[in-house]
């Protein structure tokens, strides 16, 4: 709550204007009274955060408040305190106020959006809630008809995501220098019946009215060491098609990158589960969907490697030395024209038949697969696999040598990621502490590996984007010049993350680093 002031909830009837005149004027111990010059108002409020709950994550609240045809944007801690305040108008300018959803870039630079930024992200804002209250605000005056105190009563009809009265809001707000008798008043409040102290923020208020909360993380799958292995697989399947389907509305929509990066991440894991682990389901239901998850996979890549260039970009050009940023414009657009082409491609094949045929049939198989009959239990199934994926990992790299092709490093990097998978999906069976560790080497052999591959594949595509933009005649010579810098500049990354990948490998495939892994599954849940 903010800084002198406290914050009660009233109990009586939805709708009804509750009685607090007598709380404070009885019993109190100081004779307070409050003023008869009371204000009502209506204020319309949205709350906002972005899909994946990232402010109310970290103890903060967005609010878009209209009062008095007035309309800001109000940032909270979880305490209440405010933190920034901004006119919610549009960055450029024009005065109009902000349509949500939409990326931090629609707000005007200043404090709030210094604040939002490192939370959000690339995620949009869109409205979580919605509510409508009558605030009505009275001065609480001592014996000496000073003003102490403001107090007001809001009332508050919710309106999204689902209609319902809150409980009426009480808020004692203390005036500068009278914090001491404000603070006497609501110690009074706080033990009166039909009074409770208010356990957290407008916004929890309206999401509990609404019986609704926000949404848990997702991919967190829980199994047991004796659970048959197909259920297993069927619940970690399951899981990764919810993921997938979560996230088709803003993918299509394109409300932000995010969106097709998680969904590709859904498909791209159960494509390895089936590889890896498809051997738990039953007869061929492995070998008959792979091919479809493959099609879906396809489907992401274009508009997805796209998404990686833009998001970069800014990145990519800071580090242009005879070339300036605005020679790549042209750049910037093609490649902006082109992701156009590519999420249109997307679209439709996320509203086609066959998406919906998937998702569909995918659904049924996994349920009847949870329902059949026993096979080997889960704990003796996931040591067997991370045991195999452990053995490809190691073999990949000790092939590799300082003469070894870029392709021999992108075997070793998907070696890595199967390993990294599987303890993913089969991480609830073990210690959380020693399966950190356990990945821990291995993420940062990934990472390197990805440096390098990253860098190789982007090499290769700036070079193709630069011939297609020359036969379109869409690129001036300083632009293939500025493009020519940043694929040296790719080619100076690929061999620093080349030099590193030795070292990481030694420290992954060394004797402690494949203890903890080999322990991990021994040990078991």
Known sequence: MRSGSSEFLLDCDPGATPDVASAVSNGSGCTFSLSGDATVRRVRRTWLDTFDWRLYRAGLALEQVTASGRTELVLTGRDGERLAVAQAGSANGSGQQARWPALLGILPPGPLRELLEPVVGVRALAPVAKATSQVRQQRVLNPDAKTVAWLAIDQMSVSYPARAHAAPRLAVSAVRGYQAQAGRLGSVLATMPGVRLAAGIALDAALAAAGTEPAPRTGDIQLTAGMPSAAAMAVILTALLDAIEANVHGTVRDIDTEFLHDLRVAVRRTRSA?????????????????????????????????????????????????????????????????????????????????????????????????????????????????AVAQGHALRAGRRITAASPPSDLHDLRKRCKELRYLLEMFGSLYDAGQRWQAVRELKALQDCLGAFQDAEVQRSEIHAFADRMLAERSAPAATLLAMGEIAADLARRQRQARIEVDGRFAAFAGQAGQSRLTALTEAGP
């Open 274 to 386: 089936l590889k890896l682990a498809g051997g738990a389901l039953p007869g061929d239901l492995a070998a008959r969907y792979r091919p479809e998850f493959k099609w879906l996979g396809d489907l992401t890549t274009p508009t997805r490697d796209l998404d990686v260039y833009l998001l970069g970009f800014d990145q990519m050009t800071s580090g242009l030395v005879a070339a300036t940023g605005q020679d790549l414009t042209p750049f910037r657009q093609y490649l902006e024209r082109t992701r156009t082409t590519a999420h249109r491609e997307l679209a439709r094949g996320l509203r086609s038949a066959r998406f919906a045929r998937l998702t569909s049939q995918w659904r049924a198989e996994l349920a009847s697969v949870r329902a059949s009959g026993k096979r080997l239990a889960v704990a003796k199934f996931a040591a067997e696999r991370i």
